[in-house]
């Protein structure tokens, strides 16, 4: 046999078993799931409630039937968070396939999807119920099928593959925070990770977002090569993690993670979520890419992050960079007399870095550019500062890891800043025979973040007087906004 001959034979072969998998991931069976999981008889399956309760109970059923083995025994792992005054409890599902290579099936890939909802709203007396067909049956429908398909096809299989359909996805990922943060799984040989979260619009979008597919070392090529074998344009790709589903988590972590999407042409969040809308040829389409793109990765002999993802995320509990940027207001504390200036408006923005020390305490330091202005005895006074604040940040009942969760802290440290110019009333002044061009101080206030958002109310105090000879202390309160990089 000459090569061309091999050559032709591989690529025959390699499309058949592309058809295959099409025909394996069975559209009606697709279309059963989501018909079940969003009917109103589930109100919604919101975190928490019977609805929810009766999700996991039919997924437990079905990964059961699909021949999926329960993980560590049992397929309902539940878990309880708490939020101020409240206590909710929710559960993952999880079942698995070992793989068959005797080193290799000690890896692991994930196959996620959410199966919670937003539950229903009262209006006018009537209850209105979001069944969130797209948002995401549409993803447990197919995890399911794709682990059937998988247990077909166990001999196939080198690597293992975790299925998991996670709760309190909308709540804030609280339950794929939950299993990574207490490694319900052995994160550290997690290799890969999938979130199929709206999967239902193929046709109406044209494609499907794989967002995260860089994470992977030469990802793009291998998905954008692969979806193209099996009909499916990629629309959307990147390096980043996607920090709206439940990628989120595992990207945290250095796992590289991708984010199987059709986008929100559907009626996201909306009461028309429901089962008749979705493209269940598509879904088996995507199904179908996802399983082949699991098998291929169980067989490859290594799977290795991207090297600038990698670079990114190694350490990323312990230090971020971002950007902030602060509004408030400034007056004059004339210590030998009986008066304080009236207040003027102040601007601060610049880098902010973040040094975690420990779960309770981190180091905030910043470079900044500030001005600052008052009413002075000589007419409108402004400044133009360099500033070099450092602070510990001490949260409240320690750093908390689920997404939407927000973490108040109480901030306290002190800063340096350096006048290079100014004027007052409407002309300059002496920087260097009547301004104090050094100046530091202490700063106290309070904080909370929210996902990558910081939120901060800080009363800086200067020490040293803003005039050469007098004992003029300035006082400053900013509210800054901070987004991390």
């Known amino acids: 046999m000459n090569r061309i001959t091999i050559i032709a034979s591989a690529l025959a072969?390699?499309?058949?078993?592309?058809?295959?998998?099409?025909?394996?991931?069975?559209?009606?069976?697709?279309?059963?799931?989501?018909?079940?999981?969003?009917?109103?008889?589930?109100?919604?399956?919101?975190?928490?409630?019977?609805?929810?309760?009766?999700?996991?109970?039919?997924?437990?059923?079905?990964?059961?039937?699909?021949?999926?083995?329960?993980?560590?025994?049992?397929?309902?792992?539940?878990?309880?968070?708490?939020?101020?005054?409240?206590?909710?409890?929710?559960?993952?599902?999880?079942?698995?396939?070992?793989?068959?290579?005797?080193?290799?099936?000690?890896?692991?890939?994930?196959l996620g999807a959410h199966y919670d909802h937003v539950a229903y709203k009262i209006v006018n007396g009537e209850k209105v119920v979001y069944n969130g067909a797209d948002d995401n049956a549409s993803g447990v429908a197919s995890i399911i099928e794709i682990g059937?398909?998988?247990?077909?096809?166990?001999?196939?299989?080198?690597?293992?593959?975790?299925?998991?359909?996670?709760?309190?996805?909308?709540?804030?990922?609280?339950?794929?925070?939950?299993?990574?943060?207490?490694?319900?799984?052995?994160?550290?040989?997690?290799?890969?990770?999938?979130?199929?979260?709206?999967?239902?619009?193929?046709?109406?979008?044209?494609?499907?977002?794989?967002?995260?597919?860089?994470?992977?070392?030469?990802?793009?090529?291998?998905?954008?090569?692969?979806?193209?074998?099996?009909?499916?344009?990629?629309?959307?790709?990147?390096?980043?993690?996607?920090?709206?589903?439940?990628?989120?988590?595992?990207?945290?972590?250095?796992?590289?993670?991708?984010?199987?999407?059709?986008?929100t042409v559907s009626p996201y969040h909306k009461p028309e979520d429901d089962a008749d809308k979705l493209d269940y040829e598509g879904m088996a389409k995507i199904a179908s890419f996802v399983a082949d793109a699991t098998l291929q990765l169980s067989t490859t002999d290594s799977i290795k992050p991207d090297a600038r993802f990698a670079a990114k995320t190694l350490g990323s509990d312990k230090f971020s960079a971002g950007y902030q940027v602060g509004i408030g207001n400034t007056y004059h504390d004339y210590r030998d007399e009986f008066y304080n200036s009236k207040e003027g408006f102040s601007f601060n923005t610049g880098l902010s870095f973040t040094i975690g020390l420990s779960r309770y305490i981190?180091?905030?330091?910043?470079?900044?550019?500030?001005?600052?202005?008052?009413?002075?005895?000589?007419?409108?006074?402004?400044?133009?500062?360099?500033?070099?604040?450092?602070?510990?940040?001490?949260?409240?009942?320690?750093?908390?890891?689920?997404?939407?969760?927000?973490?108040?802290?109480?901030?306290?440290?002190?800063?340096?800043?350096?006048?290079?110019?100014?004027?007052v009333g409407n002309g300059s002044f002496d920087m260097d025979n009547y301004i104090q061009k050094d100046n530091y101080g202490y700063q106290v206030g309070v904080g909370f973040s929210v996902m990558y958002v910081n939120f901060q109310i800080v009363r800086q105090v200067a020490v040293l007087s803003l005039e050469q000879d007098g004992n003029v202390i300035p006082s400053t309160q900013m509210f800054s906004l901070g987004f991390k990089f």
């Open 362 to 423: 981190d180091l905030q330091v910043g470079a900044l550019y500030q001005t600052t202005g008052t009413e002075h005895r000589y007419g409108h006074f402004r400044t133009h500062e360099v500033m070099a604040p450092a602070s510990i940040l001490l949260y409240l009942g320690g750093k908390r890891k689920q997404m939407l969760s927000p973490n108040l802290y109480f901030i306290g440290g002190g800063y340096y800043s350096y006048r290079f110019a100014g004027k």
């Open 148 to 263: 059937r398909w998988l247990v077909l096809n166990r001999d196939k299989l080198k690597r293992s593959v975790i299925i998991i359909a996670f709760d309190g996805e909308e709540a804030g990922l609280i339950g794929s925070s939950h299993l990574v943060s207490n490694k319900v799984i052995p994160t550290d040989r997690v290799k890969f990770m999938f979130s199929l979260d709206m999967v239902g619009m193929l046709q109406k979008y044209g494609g499907i977002d794989l967002v995260g597919n860089k994470t992977l070392s030469d990802g793009d090529e291998f998905f954008v090569q692969l979806a193209s074998k099996h009909g499916i344009q990629v629309k959307k790709s990147g390096r980043s993690v996607e920090m709206q589903t439940d990628t989120q988590p595992f990207g945290k972590i250095g796992i590289p993670a991708v984010h199987v999407f059709t986008s």
């Open 13 to 110: 072969t390699f499309y058949c078993s592309v058809l295959s998998f099409a025909q394996q991931v069975d559209s009606n069976m697709l279309k059963d799931h989501v018909y079940y999981l969003a009917s109103d008889s589930l109100m919604g399956r919101g975190f928490g409630t019977e609805g929810g309760r009766m999700a996991a109970k039919y997924i437990t059923d079905k990964f059961k039937e699909v021949g999926l083995t329960p993980w560590q025994g049992q397929y309902l792992h539940s878990f309880i968070t708490s939020s101020m005054m409240l206590k909710t409890e929710g559960a993952n599902i999880i079942g698995w396939v070992e793989g068959n290579d005797p080193v290799l099936k000690n890896e692991y890939i994930v």
